[in-house]
């Protein structure tokens, strides 16, 4: 019989992510705060608007995300 205490590992050595970092690859090019580049739209009242202008889109108007 011994006598070691054998110790409980902790969550980070459980999770696998020990040697992980915060850094995110290529947070040097994406400039400022914001995620979002170009005119911000939402759908109001069953038509495109532009946000926070509030100017309504026309209905024949293509969109497209770039750079997801």
Known sequence: MTNAVAKKPSAQQLDGF???TDEVQGADDRGGGSLI?????KFKDAKWITH????????DLELAVYDL
Do not use: K
């Open 18 to 20: 020990t040697a992980y």
């Open 37 to 41: 580049r170009g005119q911000r739209v």
């Open 52 to 59: 926070p202008e509030g100017v309504v889109l026309p209905p």
